[in-house]
């Protein structure tokens, strides 16, 4: 098991969406609380953070059609 805060991924791994992505209002020409992405979405982790507050990892993903989305480790998979 990975420790909290310690990211379980890295940059540069390819990744799917373990789980439909909802907007959570950071995208504000998209639909409120609409499906971003579908489960099953391929991407790559472009970057690495931390919240600090939730002592989280954070990963920056690119979906590609200039889709960045923030994912938590529950939300992504490694292909």
Do not use: W
């Not at 789980?19 to 690495?48: C, K, M, Q, Y």
């Amino acid at each position: 098991m990975t420790p909290a805060g310690f990211p379980k991924y890295r940059r540069g791994q390819r990744v799917k969406t373990a789980v439909d992505l909802i907007n959570d209002h950071s995208f504000p020409d998209r639909e409120p609380e609409g499906v971003l992405l579908a489960a099953g979405a391929t991407g790559e982790i472009i970057n690495v953070a931390i919240h600090t507050e939730a002592n989280v990892p954070i990963y920056i993903v690119d979906f590609g059609e200039q889709l960045l989305i923030g994912c938590l480790e529950e939300e992504i998979t490694v292909l």
